[in-house]
């Protein structure tokens, strides 16, 4: 098996985005955006650089839907109007999703400070430290500080800076937020509130988290699709809110093979998730 | 079949009394043909419903020397630090379905609890075991299952992490109190960095995996445990029962 060329991945999505509308119609959005960089190439085992990922899905898709009139490819603006179950193709290391995290910015003010300008930096720095120390991931029993691969931290609120601003009234840190079911906004802002130095504390919600509820039927054509493809089925939340928070239906499940950030995307890969597509539309055809 | 003689509350789980053999887990019951998967943790699964983590209850009741018991989820709170509980979530079920001990331990309030309340023996005590040396190779290292004769219980003698531990396993429930009680209150390796924690716990699982999943119960266990060993384990007792070689043990 080897992959076309991205120029030829795109065109096809461009002529064939949109098809067959109707309630019985399954919707298959691909998450993310490649574009015609050089940078981007394919080669004789799948395709590198950024973007790789969303072009070999994209062409994972397109093999996968191939003329069938039950199926709609969208890419790259989806026509969110559209009847009918929704499928993102999306990095997921092979597991099924129906929730997405959702996203909130914490502000912290943070109090004058006299003295002169390395006094002043010096705190400032001071409560930054104390403010990311803070921030740091916490739990009664497992190790989440050592959590490269987020198998722990995907179901915890988690914080990542996003701004600081230092005046001569006092400053300003935002941290940017992603939430879980459980995260409440007063413990949120509890959190720093006790920090030397800070003075107020507010978050505020940007995108909420998203959790679908695909019909039985529908989510058991996953759990087979995915069984068929690995052997098992397991469900992951995906990282944050995405293309997949906005499909206004929530008859959606996301699927697909590869993580988020990689930048190449192998023809096993390829293989992998046109299969896993393939099987999906199988699964769901066999029990309609 | 051995049971409990009143019900058990645990940490997220009841242990219920059983009329028949075997154990059930929220309803599926505990044998290799319901086993879902096999390598981190283990889950059983039938028609859509699917119990997770069942190793850390099937450990301390095959190391008390229950054979027939119901074993119900009993969490109503979400922890979603664990991929199970997000998973159950995504699928709109509740935290029941995960019966593992939140801090990883095979559930030490299981055989506390199985202590207080006692164990009924009703009608013979089944004892298996192999015709002949089972070896199944991994990527990760070999196990052997040897034959044992009748009443000898199951000998472990396992290395994980570079280190190695022996242990006598009574599957009718007359192991030491003291193996008990260190097994229970062992991390799985997947929460401790210390080897000898990790092998100690190893051992719950091995009873799980080859003595109540597995259905043998007078046997040598033989091996080196890699990451991930519970494709081991269940692997070494799917292959005894696949290639023909499970017996009653005799004397």
Known sequence: MSVPPPK??????????????????????????????????????????????????LHAAQSAVDERTSVSLHYPEPQFAAAGRWLVVAPTACTLATVARGRGALTLKTEAVGGGADTRLLAHRERLEAVLDRARPRHEHYPVRDDDRGVFCRGLTTFRLRRVQVAQEGGTIVLGVLTTPTTRAREVEGRFESIDGIREARFRREAPLTRAEPDPEYRTAGERALSTVTGDWEYEWLPRPSVFAQIPSTRKLAIGAGSPDETAFGEDAVRTCRDLITALIGALEGSG | MRTVAAPVEAEWVRVEPADVRGITVNGIPATLEHVQKADVRVDLADEGERAFVVEHVLGPLGLCGVTGARVVGTATAWDFARPEHRICYS???????????????????????????????DGPVRRRTVTETVQVSHAAGELTLKPRARGQGLRFDVQLRGQRLGVEVDPAGETAASVVDAVSNSRTPYLTDSPHEGVVHSIADLV????????????????????????????????AHERGLVTDAHE
């Open chain 1, 8 to 57: 030829a991945v795109l065109e096809a999505a461009a002529e064939t985005s949109g098809g067959p509308t109707g309630p019985a119609v399954l919707n298959v959005l691909v998450a993310g955006q490649a574009s015609l960089e050089p940078t981007l190439i394919e080669r004789a085992d799948g395709y590198h650089g950024p973007g790789a990922g969303v072009l070999g899905r």
């Open chain 2, 91 to 121: 699928r709109g079920d509740g935290p029941d379905r995960v019966v593992g001990h939140p801090a990883g331990l095979p559930n030490p309030e299981i055989a506390a609890g199985i202590a207080e309340v006692g164990v009924v023996t």
């Open chain 2, 208 to 239: 799980s995996d080859i003595a109540i999943l597995g259905g043998l119960e007078d046997l040598v266990v033989t091996g080196e445990l890699g990451e991930a060993y519970h494709a081991q384990t269940i692997g070494a007792a799917k292959a």
